[in-house]
């Protein structure tokens, strides 16, 4: 009975995870990895003492987590969390606060860290979807909606990482906060569940994610074998790499002295890059750029974001923006550029900031495009050359050696704790778990995140959730950290 009981609670509260995680993006692990790698990435300073505070580390974890918590109880600040729709009124409302104190009182050190965290969180998000999730998406063959999952599932078992985030989140302070930035309206109670929830999701992943390893492995060969690879486009080094540029330069708009005009931190084509593929309907086409400022919707489009050849002759081309507020523009081309010629990615000087100000220059990526195959000796060489439609990347597709599980079953070492094991050590029951969706909002482009009502199924969720979570706890002092073996 005890055990039949906690199979389906398993099962139901993956469901409500499931129904509420965005679909492609990155999930909880993952979130509190980057931002954790982040920290190490910052020059010493008053930023690096404030991130690097082993006292406001579970802070900087719990804003980690905290614009996916909304989903998890189907909230809309779940999404208005995700973007500058969120990080610049909270930001300025730090400011107006601790501004003049250079962030030195407490108060001020907790929030600059969880506003931080909150930004790990959204960069992450929209770099790993418009750089790798993209490509994953014409490499693999696939819709990637169970990547980030996935994702999770290698950097548990491949790099031993574990996350500690706790989900209790200021609910006495946070409603008010929300309140004063014009943001969607939150109580205690709902912070609470969704805390919860979500902090017992993270640890879900972390104790069980193992049992998708080598189904995600074989789903996403491509994505398997290049999300730790730092010269691919929005893998992981690439995510803390800008999360930490992101904060840079946040810590510039906390200080009031960030320049409107300030380039982008991110971008494909990097500024000067040579080859770059010219077929419109690659992947490696597209121009992706991402900017340390909000920007305002109402300024970005076709117009103001271009692609510009010889003459300054745009490019026919369609601008899309990730999420309502997000940092990151992409560029496609709608046509094929041409052989051996100079271009560069324009973002005009008439766009403005969420912070009002005209960004007042031209921010330029000057980029060359690759020699036609029979003048390859014209154009410097391509030591790693990209991969293209007619050439796809080579891929290993299964996982390395001595994590390779091979065509047998994933299973759990045994242990005494037989009842979880019932539930967790099918990865067909995982999958049948993941892929159940309790609906939604309907996705949208790029963002692909889901958020409905308040509290609408997330009771019985939580409340299992709570449970496997102990159950989780107990297990971790007693089992050493999730294993792979080959059933015999
Ligand atoms: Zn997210």
Redesign the pocket.
Known sequence: MKRSLLAIAAVVSLASLSAAR?AG??SMVTHVWVAEQSITQIEPGALRDIVSDPALRGVIQNGAIY??SGYSVRHEYGEWA?WESWVEPYLQWIRARWGAEGYRSADARRHVAFLMGCAA?SMT?QTFDQYFVARARQYDRTDADNLDVGSDAWLVVEHGVTSEADGLFWVDEMPAIHAAVGGPSVTPAVLSEAGNLTAAGTRFLVRFGHTLYAARWRDYPWAASHYMDADTPGSYPRLVSTTAAYWRFLWRRLQGDAPPGAPPIYSWPSPGQVNFPVDHGDIESRAVVTTPWGLDDATVNDGTVRILGPGDAPVPARVSRYGDHGNTLMIRPMADLAYDTPYRVSLSASLRTLEGSLTGAEQTIAFRTRCAPDRLAQCPPLPTPRPTLSAPPVSTPRPPPGLDAGSGTVVIEPDDAGALDAAADDVATLDAAMAMDAGGAPTKEGCG?RAGTSGAGGGVGWLSLVALAGLSRRRQRRAPLPSISRRT
Do not use: F, L, S, V
């Open positions: 965005p993006a990155n614009p996916d995700h969180h998000d995140c």
